[in-house]
């Protein structure tokens, strides 16, 4: 199998996937998710444009220190982590010129930046890291509030701090810099970000880069995302890879570091209270088994720490903690089944995390809420919370019938797009192997050099997760001959139609809203 063929092949699965997706059928309008609440990142000072110098950073340590705190941030909605917690930063840089002659120039500081959300800032002109402070060598320095080109859209403008710096030559130079940092995300979970990459136009390497991460708590699965991705499908474990964790502290340690995009620091935490609560009730509901009130602090406890948007994310515990939720639940009524008002809050948690997901995909109830329904309306006939759910159940089962086979139809496809491009990159790497163990046996002796293989090296980059990569087209081939040799082109043939309908759809759905 040819790399062109193979990445052909691959395009045409990512394209039946996104046509599936978009093909996906429009339900009887209801919310759809939106971005969540934002707040700019950290960074390293980096220089201005088309500025050269000779004066390299030799070292760069970072001190995220985060913590709970009880009152809202600025300009923060309900749903913004940045009511419950946020993080004290320190950083110390260390730089050294280089060059036979002394240097004097700005330096300069995002202080409203982020490249996990790229281009969301500058529409949130309030957003920007509080109580930002500058020493240069021990020394406090003053700055001023400037608009430049934003770090992750260039095309707008955002806050900047800019400061003035003189590196003498052969000399050192510390800069130290605190500000308070809001986290990014819907609660109960926030993300903190560090941009590491904005360090990357002085002389040469970083020389060592120790970044921390300080909980107020031992660091777990729970209280920390360390696998899964969000519901914008961005991956949500701490970022960037290599990292260690000991008791409370995430550590990354560089030496001799370009930073790029892929070095930029993220780490998706817990509320710390929600955290403790967690830790509190569970001890409690060990210590007292066969307490309702127990597993009912238990059962809302370990709900505050878990993610739902539309159903139980990866976030921290995730399906696993909310599962614990439903054991609690369910011990709850067993020891307590004359309380309403415990079967109605069950009913709500299932219908929140997997009861809408039901309806809407297979337009049926989910078994456990439906007979946790029809018992509660038994044992508590005509309670009109209990009612309402369950005939407003049956009144969705009877509108999304009629898309249940469509759902079903998208589902199947997604998947299989999805095992055939796994398929193709797995065959991939075998033939990759194997070319390159044909050439090692094909040498005269174990000291030999191995010689520059285009085709294997072609073959090599197609097992990278890269879905459309990119074609160079000669500058002598017709347009015929490019677009054979640009399988991004048949994507588009298919995409194109199918995003214009799903744009119409959404109009559509509005105009009615």
Request: net charge negative; hydrophobic share 40%.
């Amino acid at each position: 199998m040819s790399s062109q063929y193979g990445r052909k092949m691959i395009v045409w699965a990512f394209c039946a996937l996104l046509a599936a997706m978009l093909a996906a059928p429009v339900r009887p309008g209801r919310a759809d998710i939106g971005w969540p609440p934002l707040n700019p990142a950290g960074a390293s000072p980096g220089l201005p444009i088309g500025v050269e110098t000779n004066v390299r950073m030799l070292s760069e340590e970072v001190n995220i220190t985060i913590e709970a705190h009880a009152r809202p941030a600025a300009g923060q909605g309900e749903d913004s982590p940045a009511n419950a917690m946020r993080a004290q930063v320190e950083a110390v840089f260390l730089m050294r010129n280089l060059g036979q002659a002394d240097e004097t120039f700005d330096v300069w500081f995002p202080l409203a930046a982020s490249l996990r959300y790229p281009g969301m800032l500058p529409y949130f002109p309030d957003k920007y890291l509080r109580d930002f402070k500058l020493w240069i060598d021990g020394e406090p320095t003053r700055y001023e509030q400037v608009k430049a080109p934003d770090v992750g859209d260039p095309s707008q403008e955002s806050l900047w701090a800019r400061f003035p710096m003189s590196f003498p030559a052969g000399k050192d130079v510390h800069v130290r810099l605190s500000y308070l940092l809001y986290p990014t995300g819907r609660r109960p979970f926030g993300g903190f970000e560090y941009i590491l990459q904005t360090g990357a136009g002085w002389k040469g390497t970083i020389g060592q880069v120790n970044l921390n991460v300080y909980l107020p708590d031992t660091i777990t699965p729970e209280n920390v995302s360390l696998s899964g991705r969000s519901i914008e499908g961005l991956p949500i474990q701490p970022q960037p890879e290599g990292y260690v964790i000991e008791d409370n502290v995430i550590r990354w340690q560089f030496t001799d570091l370009e930073p790029t995009a892929e070095h930029n620091l993220y780490v998706d935490v817990l509320e710390p209270q929600r955290y403790r609560e967690l830790l509190s009730a569970r001890a409690q509901a060990e210590n007292a088994p066969n307490s309702p009130e127990a597993q009912i602090a238990l059962a809302r406890a370990a709900r505050g720490a878990v993610m739902v948007v539309k159903t139980v994310g990866q976030h921290g515990g995730g399906v696993a903690l909310g599962e614990q939720v439903n054991v609690a639940y369910r011990r709850a009524i067993e020891l307590a089944p004359n309380r309403v008002k415990l079967v109605r809050e069950y009913a709500d948690w299932l219908m929140r995390t997997v009861g809408w997901m039901s309806l809407r995909g297979e337009a049926a109830c989910y078994p456990e809420l439906c007979a946790l329904l029809e018992k509660g309306l038994q044992d508590f006939p005509g309670d009109p919370e209990l009612s309402e759910l369950y005939e407003n159940i049956q009144q969705q089962i009877e509108e999304n019938a009629p898309y249940a086979t469509q759902w079903a139809l998208t589902q199947t496809a997604t998947q299989q797009a999805l095992d055939t491009q796994q398929a193709l990159v797995t065959q991939q790497a075998r033939e990759t192997q194997a070319a390159v163990e044909a050439t090692r046996r094909a040498l005269p002796s174990p000291t030999a050099v191995i010689p520059t293989n285009t085709a294997i090296a072609a073959a090599a980059a197609t097992v990278a997760p890269v879905v459309t990569p990119p074609v160079e087209t000669p500058a002598q081939a017709t347009p015929t001959e490019a677009a054979a040799q640009s399988p991004r082109i048949e994507c588009f043939s298919i995409a194109l139609p199918m995003v214009g309908l799903a744009g119409a759809r959404w109009v559509a759905r509005r105009r009615k809203a």
